[in-house]
């Protein structure tokens, strides 16, 4: 079974800004139901769903809470259904700043753990509260948010890359177990993207770079991140589960 985008009811965490926004604007775009979730960010969660008309809301939830998550969900399904797809997007609060990151000598195990609760362990509380519903559906679409630092770990961020890995872990071995339900499950990951309020305290010179080691010559954008997310949760993604998309402009090939 298949949806086109315009039927599909998206719910996706940590929205309220940057690369979130970009891909509840880009699901709007395509007529889709939006469902913003945000932690601590509600203005701009509220404001972004206010932009997008009635077929947008947001709804704050910590995904690392699964009573939480279970609550967004069954509110959603009052106002709109049954969630279809879902972006795991949800950043703990993190800056990409090489000179200022935790090396092997100053990362605390705590730092680690933050970063895996929300990636990890949030994926696996969205995970568990929308596929009840995908299974009944016979259609569900899980798409997480990775980095091309688990390919190519120019800079070592040792928590929230390792977070990544293994997120794209989880992301294959539920493609393995919910494909025969008719859910697929993949990643989009991206690289560095100009500009978020993440990537904010990177210096510009580190982006000339990047852009100039790039084929493309350029450093991707949220909103040509969002556009990838996209492919995997329209009707051309049917046949493809389990993959991890590097949006990056070619930086990272493989």
Do not use: C
């Not at 949806?3 to 690369?19: D, F, H, V, Y």
């Not at 769903?49 to 947001?58: F, Q």
């Not at 000179?99 to 000598?105: E, I, K, M, P, V």
């Not at 190519?152 to 992301?171: E, F, I, R």
């Amino acid at each position: 079974m298949n949806k086109p985008l315009n039927e599909q009811i998206t719910l996706i965490s940590g929205a309220g800004r940057g690369l979130g926004a970009a891909i509840a604007q880009a699901f709007a775009r395509e007529g889709a139901r939006v469902v913003i979730n945000y932690r601590n960010s509600e203005t701009a969660a509220q404001n972004l769903a206010a932009s997008l008309g009635d077929r947008a809301m947001a709804v704050q939830a910590d995904v690392r809470d699964a009573d939480q998550v279970a609550t967004m969900m069954e509110t959603v399904s009052n106002a709109f259904g049954s969630v279809t797809t879902i972006v795991h997007n949800a950043l703990s609060d993190y800056s990409f700043n090489g000179d200022g990151r935790d090396t092997l000598d100053t990362i605390s195990a705590k730092a680690l753990l933050a970063q895996h609760d929300t990636a990890v362990v949030g994926a696996l509380n969205l995970i568990k509260a929308a596929v009840p519903d995908m299974e009944k559906a016979g259609f569900g679409r899980l798409i997480t948010i990775g980095t091309n630092l688990v390919q190519n770990p120019v800079v070592p961020y040792h928590d929230y890359t390792s977070a990544k890995a293994a997120l794209l872990a989880l992301t294959r071995t539920a493609a393995a177990e919910l494909g025969p339900k008719g859910i697929t499950v993949n990643m989009v990951s991206g690289g560095l993207l100009r500009t978020t309020d993440a990537s904010a305290g990177t210096p510009d010179a580190v982006f000339d770079m990047i852009a100039a080691s790039t084929p493309l010559r350029s450093v991707t954008t949220p909103n040509e991140a969002a556009d990838a997310v996209l492919f995997f949760a329209s009707p051309w993604a049917r046949a493809v589960t389990g993959q991890n998309l590097i949006v990056d402009g070619g930086l990272v090939f493989g």
